[in-house]
């Protein structure tokens, strides 16, 4: 191609890299930005605002998140045969189509469209970067191109989750879209007009060769065998984006920033991944790895033990200069030891999986090592989804009216009552954008809560923010400095009323007082939720059998190489 960047082998080290390579680097950090904002949010997303049930959710971003760590191997095969600038500009446009359909149209069908859109424009990029930062970098300096690539995948990931929190905060989950697929667009403008194409000719394989090789590994049970143990542990990392989320925000409500806490990870691998790794540089693979699966199962423990902390403690635990909910404390915790526990296992993971290959055969195996991560979070976002359903359910679809309400008084500070029917219909004849007199049935329900109106009261229609069929709307009582907020609340999806023949979707319409109640006046979960903190001591479990199963792995495989007279499993019999 005559528009290729190359880079001849220079053999002396240096931090200089072809602009390329600082354009794929700049997309790529765009790209994580988007993907991470979109990510941590998606379950509840799909959940709360589209209307899939906790299953259907666990299903659908199961299978989503698999297939990103499945497809690309045979995206790049496309991505060799057509050039990288070409399969570059064919993702960022498909990322930012389909980020946006996902914010624009809150309906099931459109929201599976575009997570179809999303996936595969994820799955090409992944081989094309890492593709370019190594036609990039010469042999010798090919470790430094890749730890600076590293760092930006590190930089978009922290960065992208710290920027979900305030956006779902202040404008709702599906602005997080809007955001992605804006940062989607400026990656596609940064690769349609700076990226060169870089050289890949000898590169590649075919489809065939593709497909033969992963029946080849997936045949050979040693490989398989440590494949599935260490997706257990992947599996409960995988929680921060799967059950985590919704758990806290079912149990504490909203506010919390789980896409914040979520961060304490890389923060901690950041940290400890240098000092751990040289720590154990002497240890067998073998064995570092199972001191990271001894230590994942603590990690969901303390979340699952967080209700009797709770119990003694009350719900604030003083850390000196702010205090938090014991449930936060030890969320925090367990995601902290996930990160240390990484730090454990990640390095001497390849190494280890290495020595599983026949010899001439490494690049090969190595090559399918993702397959760790398609499996359990095929397994960890179904297993959630079904875990939430049965001991977290969803507040607004299985909970009845007297539950919601107590769901609603341990929760939000600020909810003071929910309208009945025709009260709310009272308000619904008060036009948008307009004031009036209150209702006299809405006075009465006030009164009948300990809050009197004067009479110079009024209402006000708020324009509702949403742009749907079934639009949301919001009130406004304004009574002299102080001021009430009257919102929808959705039970349902739109689709899911049209479907049952309705005009509107079901609701219901909440009172929101400006005077919060303090932590300490907060209810109790209705009972539906006595036993939510089941689903973590189930994930407990998984990391138990993980480590249990690497143990008798590490011994099985011992003897056999033994008695082939294999050392240390370094090159196992054919």
């Known amino acids: 191609m005559s528009d290729a960047v190359t880079t001849p082998e220079s053999g002396r080290l240096s931090w200089r890299f072809p602009p390329t390579f600082w354009y794929a680097n700049g997309a790529e950090l765009c790209e994580r930005f988007a993907f991470y904002g979109m990510f941590i949010t998606l379950v509840r997303y799909l959940n709360r605002d589209v209307g899939f049930t906790d299953v259907e959710t666990g299903y659908i971003t199961g299978a989503f998140a698999a297939m990103l760590y ?68 010469d042999s010798v300096n090919r470790a430094r191109a890749m730890s600076i690539f ?173 205090t938090v909910h014991p449930l936060v404390l030890m969320l925090m915790i367990g995601i902290a030891l996930q990160g240390l526990a990484e730090c454990f296992l990640s390095p001497k993971f390849l190494e280890y999986a290495s020595k599983q290959a026949p010899p001439g055969e490494v690049g090969l195996y190595l090559g399918y090592q993702h397959l760790t991560t398609f499996f359990a979070w095929l397994f960890g976002f179904i297993l959630s989804g ?52 209150i209702p006299a049935s809405v006075r009465a329900v006030l009164a009948a809560n300990n809050v009197t109106l004067p009479q110079s009261a009024q209402v006000e229609a708020v324009d509702a923010p949403d742009w749907q069929v079934d639009p949301e709307r919001e009130w406004i009582i304004q009574a002299g400095d102080t001021e009430y907020r009257i919102a929808e609340d959705h039970l349902e999806s739109h689709a899911d009323a049209r479907k049952a023949g309705r005009e509107h979707a079901a609701r219901d319409v909440v009172v929101y007082s400006p005077d919060p109640r303090a932590q300490s006046e907060m209810g109790a979960l209705p009972k539906q939720y006595e036993h939510a903190h089941f689903i973590w001591y189930v994930f407990t479990g998984v990391g138990v059998v993980a480590f249990l199963a690497m143990v008798a792995f590490k011994f099985v495989t011992g003897a056999i190489d033994r008695q082939r007279g294999v050392t240390n499993g370094d090159v196992p019999a054919s």
């Open 70 to 137: 499945f497809l690309p191997t045979f995206m790049g095969i496309m991505a060799d045969k057509i050039g990288f600038k070409q399969a570059l500009i064919i993702a960022f446009t498909l990322l930012t189509a389909g980020y946006g359909l996902l914010g624009a149209y809150q309906l099931k069908g459109t929201a599976l469209t575009a997570l179809a859109l999303i996936m595969f424009g994820g799955a090409i990029i992944k081989p094309v970067i890492s593709g370019t930062v190594a036609k990039c970098s």
């Open 150 to 322: 590293y760092m930006v995948v590190n930089i978009g990931a922290f960065s992208g989750k710290a920027v979900a929190g305030p956006l779902n905060e202040h404008f709702g989950l599906q602005y997080i879209n809007f955001y992605a697929a804006g940062m989607s667009f400026i990656a596609l403008v940064l690769i349609a007009g700076f990226y060169r194409n870089v050289d890949t000719v000898g590169t590649g394989k075919t489809v065939e060769e593709a497909l033969r090789g992963l029946g080849k590994v997936m045949l050979n049970f040693r490989f398989l065998s440590l494949i599935l143990i260490i997706a257990g542990f992947w599996a409960i990392q995988g929680q921060l984006y799967a059950g985590v989320p919704t758990y806290l925000e079912r149990v504490l409500g909203p506010g919390y920033k789980p896409e914040w806490i979520a961060n304490i990870n890389p923060l901690v691998v950041v940290l400890c991944v240098v000092p751990i790794t040289h720590l154990v540089r002497s240890f067998l693979p073998q064995n570092a790895i199972a001191i990271g699966l001894f230590i994942i199962p603590f990690t969901m423990l303390c979340i699952a033990v967080a209700p009797a902390i709770e119990a003694v403690t009350g719900s604030s635990i003083s850390l000196g200069v702010t």
């Open 386 to 437: 079904y875990l939430l359903n049965a001991y977290c359910p969803d507040p607004r679809k299985q909970l009845d009216f007297d539950a919601r309400q107590e769901w609603r008084l341990a929760t939000q500070p600020d909810y003071l009552l929910t309208l009945d029917d025709p009260t709310h219909e009272m308000l619904r004849a008060v036009p948008e954008g307009t004031t009036a007199d």
